[in-house]
């Protein structure tokens, strides 16, 4: 897994999304979860793919759903990364169902 680094967006000037990301992992990825932070998912590929990102809680000893989000051929999604996907190691774990031509990064809104 490859540990994806933050991006600062400065709240004034904006950045471009693209280009400021990088390949997706075959084995998957992990993310800093927090607030303000968002996981961009580019799928440049033909086909749809799927991001899960893995949600390690539970609730009154009940396992929370992990999140899937489905990024169709040739667009991108913006996922919140809250604290509800932190792992024992303190990041999110993305797994992918293929990784041809899909593009992933953190962003994080600057204070």
């Given at each position: 897994?490859?540990?994806?680094?933050?991006?600062?967006?400065?709240?004034?000037?904006?950045?471009?999304?693209?280009?400021?990301?990088?390949?997706?992992a075959p084995g998957g990825?992990?993310?800093?979860?927090?607030?303000?932070?968002?996981?961009?998912?580019?799928?440049?590929?033909?086909?749809?793919?799927?991001?899960?990102?893995?949600?390690?809680?539970?609730?009154?000893?009940?396992?929370?759903?992990?999140?899937?989000?489905?990024?169709p051929a040739g667009e991108?999604?913006?996922?919140?990364?809250?604290?509800?996907?932190?792992?024992?190691?303190?990041?999110?774990?993305?797994?992918?169902?293929?990784?041809?031509?899909?593009?992933?990064?953190?962003?994080?809104?600057?204070?």
């Amino acid at each position: 897994m490859a540990a994806l680094p933050i991006v600062a967006v400065p709240v004034a000037g904006g950045i471009s999304l693209e280009g400021s990301d990088t390949a997706a992992a075959p084995g998957g990825d992990t993310a800093p979860v927090g607030a303000g932070r968002f996981l961009y998912i580019r799928n440049g590929d033909a086909s749809p793919h799927t991001v899960t990102i893995a949600t390690p809680g539970t609730v009154s000893g009940v396992a929370i759903a992990d999140v899937v989000v489905s990024v169709p051929a040739g667009e991108s999604k913006l996922v919140p990364l809250t604290s509800l996907f932190r792992g024992t190691n303190g990041r999110a774990a993305l797994s992918y169902d293929a990784v041809t031509n899909v593009m992933v990064a953190v962003f994080e809104l600057e204070r």
